[in-house]
């Protein structure tokens, strides 16, 4: 029986600022600077062929989360990422000032 739901678990190094980012199967962007790369058509299924950097634009919070909104510095594409209780809590404010 083939699973439902394929969590796939990558460490990969940050291709904006260096970090080592071990993945947990969520999310595939950089905690310390919330870049990522636009790997995904659904999240964390690794279909997109473009692999731009994504760039954070925009925060939003929502209820009890931040919504990362970055766009692909390649394709021009906008994607929402939850944050992470490991991302730098710093910049996300920060950023949420920058964007009003
Ligand atoms: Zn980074
Ligand atoms: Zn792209």
Redesign the pocket.
């Known amino acids: 029986m083939p699973k439902k739901f394929q969590r796939r678990i990558e460490n990969f190094v940050?291709q904006?600022?260096?970090?080592s980012?071990s993945g947990d199967g969520y999310t595939n962007h950089?905690p310390?600077?919330?870049?990522s790369r636009h790997v995904d058509i659904n999240p964390g299924d690794r279909a997109h062929a473009c692999g731009g950097l994504m760039k954070p634009v925009n925060v939003e919070a929502e209820s009890k989360e931040y919504i990362i909104v970055q766009q692909c510095q390649k394709c021009g594409a906008l994607k929402r990422n939850k944050a992470q209780k490991d991302d730098d809590f710093d910049k996300l404010v920060a950023l949420s000032k920058e964007s009003g």
Do not use: D, E, F
Not at 16 to 19: E, I, K, S, V
Not at 32 to 35: A, I, K, M, P
């Open positions: 940050c904006h600022c260096g970090a980012v950089c310390n600077c919330l870049w």
